[in-house]
């Protein structure tokens, strides 16, 4: 009996099958969304923040989803850590020194509402997520969507290194 004759003459198994491979699907893009399976959440990704005020790094789980500055701290902002090489192990309370003798950095910051408020209709204006150079002397805040603004998106996302490798991102 070839396959062919065996799945017509099997529709439920087929069927069944079928759906088992969706059920199957379905808790993979579950688990990747939620950050792993109960409501513990352990599997969860981390975001980085950087306070001002204490030049330190603070490790925040994704599934809080908080915006940025943080509600309780309008000093601490989401902020993206590059490497030029191999990223070293980004720690909670970490100082900008710190992370540059792993060989990292702090590129830069980033404002932007709480997910839950951009998730609404009319959530997220069109400047609402600003963006910050964290390097320049003078730092100024500049709306993502100016040309200054997308100026520092494009450095950032070719930030160049001294060998003349594009820096990467860096993860917690």
Not at 3 to 30: H, K, M, S, Y
Not at 84 to 105: H, P, S, V, Y
Not at 125 to 137: C, H, I, K, N
Request: hydrophobic share 40%; proline share 6%.
């Amino acid at each position: 009996m070839s396959a062919r004759e065996f799945f017509n003459n099997n529709p439920a198994i087929v069927t069944g099958g079928a759906v088992l491979v969706l059920v199957l699907c379905l808790a993979a893009i579950a688990c990747s969304l939620f950050g792993g399976i109960g409501p513990s959440g352990s599997n969860s990704v981390q975001l980085i923040y950087y306070d001002m005020s204490s030049d330190t790094i603070k490790l925040i789980p994704s599934s809080e989803r908080p915006g940025s500055p943080l509600a309780d701290n309008d000093q601490v902002f989401r902020c993206f850590v590059l490497a030029c090489g191999e990223c070293g192990k980004i720690k909670d309370g970490m100082t900008n020194e710190e992370l540059q003798a792993e060989g990292m950095f702090v590129s830069h910051l980033q404002t932007f509402p709480n997910v839950d408020r951009m998730m609404e209709p009319g959530g997220m204006g069109e400047d609402d997520t600003q963006v910050l150079m964290l390097a320049d002397e003078t730092p100024l805040w500049f709306s993502m969507s100016s040309p200054d603004g997308m100026e520092i998106m494009r450095a950032v996302s070719n930030w160049q290194c001294d060998d003349g490798t594009t820096a990467k991102q860096c993860q917690p």
